[in-house]
């Protein structure tokens, strides 16, 4: 089993920063693609942005020059840099992570739990 652990959430005012973070642990051999997702009230959950292994990230057009994504492959976390926030970016933020197991070697997709984004002023 693999566990994916989310912290960084809050409330934030209209051009304030946060960063969220997202730890993977557990029967892990290696990730491929971490991403993060975004669920607002009543819609469908969305791709925020994305990172490969190696580094190469893909961004929601609603985001790109605003958030930036990034991984730490040693600690198997993910991260992401939210800056010039709008209240529109108020969501249940969800992590993921594409996970070859170590028992298995089967590649199987995790979520976390979600951590609350608020923009408001």
């Known amino acids: 089993q693999v566990r994916l652990v989310e912290s960084g959430g809050g409330l934030v005012q209209p051009g304030g920063s946060l960063r969220l973070s997202c730890a993977a642990s557990g029967r892990i051999a290696s990730i491929s693609v971490m991403g993060w997702y975004l669920q607002a009230p009543g819609k469908q959950r969305e791709l925020v942005a994305s990172?490969?292994?190696?580094?190469?990230?893909n961004y929601a057009d609603s985001v790109k020059g605003r958030f930036t994504i990034s991984r730490d492959n040693a600690k198997n976390t993910v991260y992401l840099q939210m800056s010039s926030l709008k209240p529109e970016d108020t969501a249940v933020y969800y992590c993921?992570?594409?996970?070859?197991?170590?028992?298995?070697?089967?590649?199987?997709?995790?979520w976390g739990q979600g951590t609350q984004v608020t923009v408001s002023s």
């Open positions: 990172i490969s292994s190696r580094g190469s990230g």
């Open positions: 993921n992570a594409v996970v070859i197991e170590t028992m298995t070697l089967y590649e199987t997709a995790y």
